[in-house]
């Protein structure tokens, strides 16, 4: 069985398919619990249908034990690699993934997902409640990371595998390997978890407050109801995800980006109100266009339910985590935990936590602490040790 | 001429007035820039009338040389210390202003006024314009800090004072100190300049920025025409306000106070989205009061007013800096810069760049680095070394 959504006739022979990345890649779709098999959350409710959007690239082996499973991080989704049809605009790990990549399509069958809650092609709250005939909206059930692991296994066993080579996943998508590793070990050969946490800290948790409280007072949000019948909470949703990428990259990098650098230094003084509060520093005119992108692709229900799943993680506070952590530990996956300096989301502090967690229930860890100004944000960037090391867990 | 607003009938006979603070004061108000005398603006522009909100304590000697002028942060009034009939509820610099405190109101006669563009009783983009008899709204024209300068430095001369004992102010206070002391150095003896910025970073601007544009794009801000017609920009303001609390609060502070706590932790779990969001961590619950405390005292034209005068602050960089700063050296004013360890708004390299400059014009400053868990706002807290150092300035 292949799943292969690679065309690679827009690759042109002779280039060395290492310097090209991956070609056309294709969103599929497919549900996985239909109305009468439901989902079961971990607060007791059932979902269905819930359908899932995802692309694989590479193929399977005939064992079905060359997968590699990529989760995504809180405004991610399902294209992970290659393109569209634009081979400009390139998936959002497409650093990583690839022919000759750390992550090589031409070994490994890669799978991505786009998570439970999400707005990308996944069942989640701007979805149609089919009870209703209407978006979910506030309706729809409040989710768990093991809720969202649920489903990608699911997803995985539909796509015929039988061991997952490894799990991959940076900030909320290395909180769901890290879950899957607690969930169901026995499977998973080797695990990268990167720029992630096992536990958000109090500042953790007030920043997304403060970025939900945007959506959720904005008055076009509607208490939920607006998905299809007006703009939404744009004014919310942009604010929310100004502030949140804030908090993606580190004071150095926007330093170094940008200092304090105006678009027209020359211009006169500004008169009044009317005039002052458009963007003037570059800075600036990044965040505008951050927030005007993000707009266009994402949902603020989703952004509310993914953000507040994250809050609510916490597994080595669990009754049953040393369970859990025993059987990670007889299972004897391969578990790399990475960080980044100067990261201030989930900087090294949580890696280091999560890692010695690990550590002492016997697991078989390896943290590296990676050098880079780039901030949270570095999980997604072409860092040469950083690659290096994932593609050596790989081939370990 | 006495200024005295202090009443000290409500401090009980016996009791040392060092541990009791100022007792009741009042909010003064004055007309310093009437309508045949305007304030003429960096921008060119003229405003008249320019009303300022004060308050004094003690007395001025009749030289006119012991006053202490404190110039207040971005959400500051002019009721610094004391109260004003509820002795819990004391002014925001409470612990550094008082009989026998740091900043000695029985020897010292000190001044507090609300900034221009402010919303607390001096003139600001929610007073009334006389030319169309409307709230002003973004027609109130663009501030920078040296225009803030200019309004307290007419203040402090209508009030009789010669000399100024001391300046003192944090954060945009402290930039105000700053800018007062390039503009006019020969007047003032000491100057207390901490947790500020002689410049803001690009981290600085964006949050601001974030802050910004949830008022901005919030529709009840209309525009800026909200005033006296609607409720405004509620929800845009609060976001602000839980954005700005977080960023003057360190990582451990909100640790320390919050870790993970939930106000319930024995509640069900949560159904859906109609029940998830509410404040549930504790931490939560302090950012939903810190942001409805702000909504009843703030004003979000003022928001935008007083963090835009603050990105475009620089005085290093100005033609006329050099010439500035001389002036400074000049005139012999001794300047204590400090910072907190924990500050990560306008952190100890902050306050060393902006020392470095006076340094090296040869002005008279003693830099102190205070260690303190509470981040930015350490500069509002009974930190006794840092007390003890504004004490020792002010005898010196």
Not at 309 to 318: I, K, Y
Request: net charge negative.
């Amino acid at each position: 069985m292949t799943h292969q959504t690679l065309e690679s006739g827009d690759r042109p022979a002779g280039a060395p398919a290492a310097d090209r990345g991956l070609g056309r890649v294709a969103t599929q779709r497919v549900v996985l619990f239909p109305e009468g098999d439901p989902l079961r959350l971990d607060n007791g409710a059932l979902l269905a249908p819930v359908e899932v959007a995802y692309e694989t690239y590479g193929t399977l082996n005939a064992a079905g034990t060359n997968a590699v499973v990529v989760c995504h991080a809180l405004t991610g989704d399902a294209h992970a690699a290659g393109h569209h049809g634009d081979p400009e605009r390139r998936g959002w790990w497409d650093v990583l993934i690839g022919p000759g990549r750390a992550v090589d399509t031409d070994r490994w069958f890669v799978i991505a997902s786009n998570l439970l809650g999400g707005c990308r092609g996944t069942t989640g709250p701007s979805s149609i409640d089919p009870r209703r005939g209407e978006p979910y909206g506030l309706d729809f059930p409040a989710l768990t990371i093991a809720d969202l692991v649920r489903v990608q296994r699911a997803l995985v066993e539909r796509l015929g595998v039988r061991r997952i080579h490894a799990l991959v996943g940076g900030s909320l998508g290395g909180m769901q390997v890290l879950e899957w590793l607690l969930q169901a070990p026995e499977q998973i050969d080797r695990a990268l978890i990167v720029a992630a946490t096992a536990r958000l800290s109090a500042q953790n948790i007030a920043l997304s407050t403060a970025a939900r409280e945007a959506i959720l007072r904005d008055p076009g949000f509607d208490d939920g109801r607006y998905v299809g019948r007006g703009p939404g909470p744009r004014a919310g949703l942009a604010a929310a995800r100004m502030l949140g990428h804030v908090t993606y990259v580190s004071e150095q990098a926007l330093e170094t980006k940008f200092d304090r650098r105006r678009r027209d230094p020359d211009a006169p003084p500004p008169r009044d109100g009317h005039d002052w509060f458009a963007p003037d520093f570059e800075v600036e005119h990044y965040l505008h266009h951050q927030a005007d992108s993000f707009l266009q692709r994402f949902d603020a229900l989703s952004y509310l339910y993914l953000t507040r799943v994250m809050d609510a993680f916490a597994p080595f506070e669990r009754d049953d985590a040393a369970e859990r952590l025993a059987a990670l530990a007889g299972a004897g996956t391969e578990v790399l935990v990475g960080s980044f300096s100067s990261d201030w989301r989930f900087g090294p502090e949580h890696s280091d936590r999560l890692a010695a967690a690990l550590e002492a229930a016997g697991a078989s860890v390896r943290r590296r602490a990676f050098s880079s100004p780039w901030g949270h944000d570095s999980f997604l960037l072409p860092i040469d040790p950083y690659l290096r090391e994932v593609a050596a867990l790989l081939e370990a």
